[in-house]
């Protein structure tokens, strides 16, 4: 997935549409935003970023699960087996991006799979079709023809936490260094429109 920021005007239909598509409950989230204030007033700016699982090519959480709940399908989608997953939270302490969450509801961990219900269905993610600017933008990056690979040809794009070498599949254009830092202090935490704010 690509995540354009310069068309990204933080309106929260991406999270909404993920609590709706994949009945997350309304204590936690699979997809949230960050938002970082940099300055002081009056020359205060704001910066944002839609977060949600990478689905990373080397998922840490599915090589730390006891139980082999959490695994990757053939296309790379990281998927967490609800009736193997025994909710000792493992993965949640393994992941570097704070993106898993425990469903209070089935005491199960579940994340972000890029909708896998509806790729199958040829479908895109719930948040990539709601998205009013078409700041987000899913397919294969294997194809060198898709709109994806297009985009990342033709722009510089960043991942989170690149150190921890999981090679991250969420992609990021002109991502401010403020909202990409690993700085993750909860400054206010709001659970229904599920985003956090930081000040640095
Ligand atoms: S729906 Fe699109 S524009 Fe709105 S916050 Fe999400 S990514 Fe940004
Ligand atoms: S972002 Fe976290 S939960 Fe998602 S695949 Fe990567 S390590 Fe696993």
Same mark, same amino acid.
């Given at each position: 997935m690509v995540i354009d920021i310069r068309r990204c005007i933080a309106c929260h239909a991406c999270t909404v549409a993920c609590k709706a598509e994949m009945a997350v409950p309304l204590e936690v989230n699979a997809t949230w935003m960050k938002i970082v204030e940099k300055g002081a007033f009056p020359d205060v700016r704001r910066f944002w970023l839609p977060r949600l699982c990478?689905?990373? /090519?080397?998922a840490i959480c599915a090589r730390n699960c006891p139980t082999k709940a959490t695994y990757k399908r053939e296309d790379g989608i990281v998927m967490v087996d609800q009736h193997r997953c025994i909710g000792c939270k493992y993965c949640i302490a393994s992941c570097p991006y704070d993106v898993r969450y425990i469903n209070?509801?089935?005491n199960i961990v579940q994340k972000c799979y890029f909708c896998s219900h509806r790729v199958d269905a040829g479908l895109l993610p719930a948040c990539v079709e709601t998205c009013p600017t078409r700041a987000m933008v899913f397919g294969d /990056?294997?194809? &060198?023809?898709s709109e994806i690979s297009q985009l990342l040809a033709s722009n510089a794009t960043v991942v989170l936490k690149k150190e921890m070498q999981t090679d991250p599949q969420v992609f990021y254009i002109s991502a401010d260094e403020a909202a990409m &830092? &690993?700085?993750?202090?909860?400054?206010n935490y709001y659970t229904e429109t599920a985003f956090i704010k930081l000040r640095i």
């Open positions: 990478n689905n990373c /090519t080397d209070p509801l089935k /990056t294997n194809d &060198s023809k &830092s &690993s700085i993750e202090e909860r400054i």
